[in-house]
C-alpha cells in the first residue's frame, strides 16, 4: 500500500522519531536521498550543472545540504537564494564544497542541466511570489528540456489537499519525498504537478498513524481479488446484473456487460432495452437474462427511462454501482423506497459529481479530494471521482487514489466498463470501497496495459482485464 500523510502528521511522526536522533540527523539522510536521486537523473556529477532554487526553511536546507554533496562529488552548483535567511548550515555547507552562491533572478549565461526546488515543502503556502516565479522561468524555461527536481513537493501546491488554488507552482520532472508520500503526491490536480515521485527513506515508518490518503499497489489488489476455489459454482462465485445502455446509447449495455464479464465473477444477467439485450446476447453468448443478483450496475448509457432502472435494483436490497444517468435519479442518503440503507458505489466524473452537490464542476476539479468525501458523506455510500487519479472515498473519511491509469484512458465508454467491473467484484463479494478502488486499479491497469503507450479504446481495456488478472495472480 502507498499511504499519504498530512503536514501535521508527518511533523508528529518527525518529532518522535528525532526525539533519539542527533540534531540534524534527518536532514542529512534526506539531503543524501535527494542528492543520490539526483546524481542516477545526472547519470554522474562530474561536468554536470546543477542549480539550487532556494527557500527559508527546511526544505532550502536539505537542497543545500544535497548541493554539497554533488558540488564534492564534481558537480558546478549554484544556489539562487530567494530568501533573506537561508539554511545557514546548509548555507556553510555549500560554499564549503564549492558551490556557488548568488541572489536575484538575472538569467543565468548558461542553462544549468537540472533545477533543484528547495523554495517550499511541507511549510509552504499555496502559490510563488513573483521574484520566484521569475528565477523559475529564468533557470528552467518551459520547453528547454531544463529536468526540474523538487525536494519533497513541488512548491505552491497545496500539500494537505492536492489543491492548487494559485496558478504560480513549480512543475517537476521528479519529486523526491522522504518518510512518506504526501497527499498532493496523490491526489490532483497537485500530483500532476510532481512528475514521478521517489521516496527516501529516513526511518520515519515506525512513526507514522493511519495515512489521510492511500494508493493500493498489485500486491494489495492481488490480495484483494476474489478468486474461485475447487469448491466454487456458479452461483457461489457471485452473479452480477446490468441494468444499463438505452436505445440512444445501446453500447454503453454492452460495454458495462464487457466490464462485468471480464471473469471475476460465474455469472453476468442483463435486464433491460430488448434491443440492447439482442446485441449483448451475440456479443456474450454467456450472458443471461432475469433472475436473481448479489449487485447491480445500473445507469450506464441509461436514458429517462434510468430512474426506473435505478429504484427496482434498489429493491432487490444488494449492493450496486450508480453510474451516468442513474445518478441524477439518486436520492441522499442512498436508500431503498421505504427507507432501508442499501451499500452502493457512486461512479461519477466531475461534471456528474458537481451535479451530485450543486457545485460549478470547476470546484469538484479543483477540490477533488474534498468534493469526492464530501459526496460520500451526503449519500452514505463510496464515491468514485473519475480522473487521471480517481478518487475512492468512504463516508467514514478515508480515501483511496488510483495511479495505475494512463491518459489514453480517457476515451468513450471507458466509463461503462469500470461500472460493469466494479458491479461484478461487489457481486464476488466485495465491500464497497474494495470494490471501487479494486475496480479502478484494474481498469486503469487493463488500460495501461492494452495501451502499451499508444492509444486505446474501451472495448480493448474490458478486453485486457483478464490479462491484468492473471499477472496479478501468477
Ligand atoms: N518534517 C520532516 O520529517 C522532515 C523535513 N524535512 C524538510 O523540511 C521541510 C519543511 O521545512 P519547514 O518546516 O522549515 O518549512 P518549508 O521549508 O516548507 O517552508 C517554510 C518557510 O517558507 C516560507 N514560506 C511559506 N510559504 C511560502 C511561499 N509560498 N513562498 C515563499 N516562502 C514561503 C515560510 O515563511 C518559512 O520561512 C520538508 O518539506 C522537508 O523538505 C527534511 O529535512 C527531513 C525530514
Ligand atoms: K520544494
Redesign the pocket.
Known amino acids: 500500500m502507498r499511504a499519504a500523510h498530512t503536514e501535521a502528521q508527518?511533523?508528529a511522526?518527525?518529532e518522535a522519531l528525532m526525539a533519539g536522533l542527533p540534531p540534524g540527523a534527518?536532514?542529512q539522510?534526506?539531503a543524501s536521498g535527494l542528492a543520490h536521486a539526483v546524481l542516477a537523473l545526472l547519470d554522474g556529477a562530474y561536468g554536470r550543472r546543477v542549480t539550487l532554487l532556494v527557500?527559508?526553511?527546511?526544505?532550502?536546507?536539505?537542497a543545500l545540504f544535497a548541493g554539497a554533496l554533488l558540488a564534492r562529488r564534481g558537480a558546478a552548483v549554484d544556489a539562487v537564494l530567494l530568501?533573506e535567511s537561508p539554511h545557514e548550515a546548509g548555507l556553510a555547507a555549500l560554499r564549503a564544497a564549492g558551490g556557488r552562491v548568488r541572489r536575484g533572478t538575472a538569467a543565468p549565461r548558461e542553462l544549468p542541466d537540472l533545477v533543484v526546488d528547495g523554495?517550499?515543502?511541507?511549510?509552504?503556502?499555496?502559490?510563488?511570489?513573483d521574484d520566484?516565479v521569475a528565477a523559475l522561468e529564468a533557470h528552467a524555461p518551459a520547453g528547454s528540456g531544463v529536468t526540474v527536481v523538487a525536494?519533497?513537493?513541488p512548491?505552491?501546491v497545496e500539500v494537505d489537499t492536492g489543491r492548487t488554488p494559485e496558478d504560480a507552482h513549480v512543475r517537476a520532472d521528479v519529486t523526491v519525498t522522504?518518510?512518506t508520500h504526501k497527499v498532493a503526491h496523490l491526489v490532483d490536480p497537485a500530483a500532476r504537478a510532481c512528475g514521478v515521485v521517489q521516496l527516501v527513506d529516513?526511518g520515519?515508518a515506525p512513526h507514522l498513524p493511519a495515512p489521510a490518503v492511500e494508493a493500493l499497489q498489485a500486491a494489495d489488489v492481488a490480495a484483494l481479488l476474489p478468486r474461485p476455489t475447487p469448491a466454487s459454482h456458479k452461483y457461489s462465485r457471485g452473479v452480477v446484473g446490468v441494468r444499463a445502455g438505452s436505445g440512444r446509447y445501446p453500447g454503453a449495455g454492452l460495454l458495462a456487460v464487457a466490464g462485468a464479464a471480464s471473469g471475476l465473477v460465474g455469472m453476468v444477467r442483463y435486464v433491460g432495452d430488448p434491443t440492447v439485450l439482442d446485441r449483448v446476447r451475440e456479443a456474450h453468448p454467456e450472458v443471461v437474462g432475469v433472475g436473481r443478483v448479489q449487485a447491480w450496475t445500473v445507469g450506464s448509457g441509461g436514458d429517462n427511462r434510468a430512474g426506473a432502472a435505478l429504484r427496482a435494483a434498489l429493491a432487490d436490497e444488494v449492493p450496486l454501482v450508480v453510474d451516468a444517468e442513474a445518478l441524477r435519479h439518486l436520492d441522499a442518503p442512498v436508500r431503498r423506497e421505504g427507507g432501508e440503507p442499501v451499500p452502493a458505489v457512486l461512479t461519477p466524473h466531475a461534471g456528474e459529481l458537481a451535479a451530485l452537490l450543486d457545485v460549478e464542476r470547476a470546484e469538484v476539479e479543483a477540490d477533488q479530494l474534498a468534493s469526492a468525501r464530501r459526496a460520500a458523506e451526503r449519500y452514505d455510500a463510496v464515491v468514485l471521482l473519475k480522473g487521471s487519479h480517481s478518487v475512492v472515498a468512504h463516508p467514514d473519511g478515508r480515501v483511496r487514489v488510483n495511479t495505475s491509469s494512463t491518459p489514453w484512458l480517457a476515451t468513450a465508454g471507458a466509463g461503462d466498463v469500470l461500472a460493469g467491473l466494479i458491479g461484478a467484484l461487489l457481486a464476488g463479494g466485495l465491500a464497497p470501497y474494495d470494490a471501487a478502488s479494486v475496480g479502478a486499479w484494474l481498469h486503469g491497469a487493463a488500460a495501461t496495459y492494452a495501451s502499451q503507450g499508444g492509444p486505446v479504446v474501451a472495448t480493448q481495456v474490458a478486453a485486457a482485464i483478464p490479462e491484468v488478472v492473471r499477472d496479478l495472480l501468477t
Open positions: 508527518v511533523r511522526a518527525e534527518l536532514m539522510r534526506a527557500g527559508g526553511g527546511d526544505n532550502g536546507g536539505d530568501t523554495i517550499v515543502g511541507i511549510g509552504g503556502r499555496p502559490g510563488l511570489r520566484t525536494v519533497d513537493v512548491s505552491g522522504f518518510g529516513i520515519l
